[in-house]
Nanobody, 127 residues
Framework: VQLVESGGGLVQPGGSLRLSCAASELTFSRYGMGWFRQSPGKEREFVAVVSWSGGNIYYAHSVKDRFIISRDNAKEMAYLQMNRLTHEDTAKYYC?????????????????????WGQGTQVTVSS
């Protein structure tokens, strides 16, 4: 199984980026897809998750109303559209795949739920 993130980079405050996550060797449509991020000196934190069907979505409070998670099962891709970026969004962003047996908040926000992880893509918000 391989998850490969792309789309990170340097962006000015207020700008936008779209991250992509390409999956391979995975029955993609059976897995929920999550995005997490980690800043230097901080724990990795949950950002957003989308269920296998796309019918259930949940965001961390810090990104709600600014970020949009989506997926394309035919292309085996997950996306994170990030808008109105701030310095606090600077982090390495990881996509992860997990069999979400239920869509409860403790489960979908826990790293332990996700079996597969990408290597991450760096997002830097700076003027």
């Amino acid at each position: 199984v391989q998850l490969v993130e792309s789309g990170g980079g340097l962006v000015q405050p207020g700008g936008s980026l779209r991250l992509s996550c390409a999956a391979s060797e995975l029955t993609f449509s059976r897995y929920g897809m999550g995005w997490f991020r980690q800043s230097p000196g901080k724990e990795r934190e949950f950002v957003a998750v989308v269920s296998w069907s796309g019918g259930n979505i949940y965001y961390a409070h810090s990104v709600k109303d600014r970020f949009i998670i989506s997926r394309d099962n035919a292309k085996e891709m997950a996306y994170l559209q990030m808008n109105r970026l701030t310095h606090e969004d600077t982090a390495k962003y990881y996509c992860a795949a997990g069999r979400l047996m239920d869509f409860t908040i403790p489960r979908i926000t826990s790293e332990l739920t996700y079996s597969y992880w990408g290597q991450g893509t760096q997002v830097t918000v700076s003027s």
